[in-house]
């Protein structure tokens, strides 16, 4: 059975696309199936992979209102063991036109399920926030991965979203565990940086990943070329560091979450 990763913050600018596009990219590269979903409107992930957005006929929305099921929408990547379900901003008005349905926050949990057979890894991509988006990709997922952006007000941001997540253990997903917190956008020169990184580690110790993902300018130019960092440039320490986080994940799905 795959293993069903969402990766959330509510804080925007925190790096989550850009390990949703990266690690994914990183577990196929190790030869893993892996399948990425794109739950954000912004649909920027979707465009990572060089994909037109406009150009899509059906996306995750017409999932979400059932005018298409999952095996419908999936793309195939430059990366042979990796497909991805694109987004539109459509999604936006979904919430909406979904609000008489019964069940609605189970929505994408019951249409990954019978994917689980198919992939190892099953990586959602959440949008920068706590709606009805994101609690779905919570429901339907085994953990969450959440990255955290080493600058003065990270930790306020983590707790809100660490409230949510044991919320969600109540009323929807009794079994939702934390993947690791991922420290990102680390700039070695900054001393906030540093300070951030020990204070994390402080308080969340084994939860946090020994990976951490730098500020790098090559991370920050691969998605206008449509392609994954590894892709991009292998060499770069972007790239490096999230083929080192996929061997953490992968440790994980072997020895069992932290």
Same mark, same amino acid.
């Given at each position: 059975?795959?293993?069903?990763?969402?990766?959330?913050?509510?804080?925007?600018?925190?790096?989550? +696309?850009?390990?949703?596009?990266?690690?994914?990219?990183?577990?196929?590269?190790?030869?893993? $199936?892996?399948?990425?979903?794109?739950?954000?409107?912004?649909?920027?992930?979707?465009?990572?992979?060089?994909?037109?957005?406009?150009?899509?006929?059906?996306?995750?929305? #017409?999932?979400?209102?059932?005018? *298409?099921?999952?095996?419908?929408?999936?793309?195939?990547?430059?990366?042979?063991?990796?497909?991805?379900?694109?987004?539109? &901003?459509?999604?936006?008005?979904?919430?909406?036109?979904?609000?008489? @349905?019964?069940?609605?926050?189970?929505?994408?949990?019951?249409?990954?399920?019978?994917?689980?057979?198919? /992939?190892?890894?099953?990586?959602?991509?959440? %949008?920068?926030?706590?709606?009805?988006?994101?609690?779905?990709?919570? +429901?339907?997922?085994? +953990?969450?991965?959440?990255?955290?952006?080493?600058?003065?007000?990270?930790?306020?941001?983590?707790?809100?979203?660490?409230?949510?997540?044991? $919320? &969600?253990?109540?009323?929807?997903?009794?079994?939702? $565990?934390?993947?690791?917190?991922?420290?990102?956008? !680390?700039?070695? $020169?900054?001393?906030?940086? #540093?300070?951030?990184?020990?204070?994390?580690? @402080? !308080?969340?110790?084994?939860?946090?990943?020994? +990976?951490?993902?730098?500020?790098?300018?090559?991370?920050?130019?691969? %998605?206008? #070329?449509?392609? %994954?960092?590894?892709? /991009?440039?292998?060499?770069? @320490? =972007? *790239?490096?560091? /999230?083929?080192?986080?996929?061997?953490?994940?992968?440790?994980?799905?072997?020895? =069992?979450?932290?």
């Amino acid at each position: 059975m795959g293993k069903v990763i969402a990766i959330a913050n509510q804080k925007g600018g925190v790096g989550k +696309t850009t390990t949703a596009i990266n690690l994914s990219a990183s577990l196929a590269a190790a030869e893993k $199936r892996v399948l990425l979903i794109d739950i954000d409107p912004q649909g920027n992930t979707t465009s990572g992979f060089g994909i037109d957005r406009e150009s899509l006929q059906i996306n995750l929305y #017409h999932q979400f209102i059932g005018e *298409a099921q999952m095996s419908d929408i999936r793309i195939k990547t430059m990366l042979s063991c990796l497909d991805i379900i694109p987004s539109s &901003i459509d999604l936006i008005g979904a919430e909406v036109e979904l609000i008489g @349905r019964d069940n609605r926050e189970r929505i994408l949990e019951r249409a990954v399920s019978p994917l689980k057979n198919e /992939y190892e890894f099953i990586i959602i991509d959440c %949008p920068p926030s706590l709606g009805f988006l994101t609690l779905n990709a919570l +429901t339907a997922s085994d +953990t969450v991965l959440i990255p955290v952006q080493c600058e003065y007000y990270a930790m306020e941001g983590l707790g809100l979203l660490l409230n949510t997540v044991r $919320r &969600i253990q109540q009323s929807f997903n009794p079994y939702l $565990r934390i993947e690791g917190i991922l420290l990102t956008m !680390h700039d070695v $020169r900054n001393n906030i940086s #540093h300070q951030v990184i020990e204070e994390v580690r @402080r !308080h969340f110790e084994d939860k946090v990943f020994e +990976t951490v993902i730098p500020r790098n300018v090559t991370l920050s130019e691969a %998605p206008s #070329h449509g392609k %994954p960092v590894i892709l /991009y440039d292998v060499r770069s @320490r =972007g *790239a490096q560091s /999230y083929l080192s986080l996929a061997k953490e994940v992968m440790d994980n799905a072997k020895n =069992g979450v932290r």
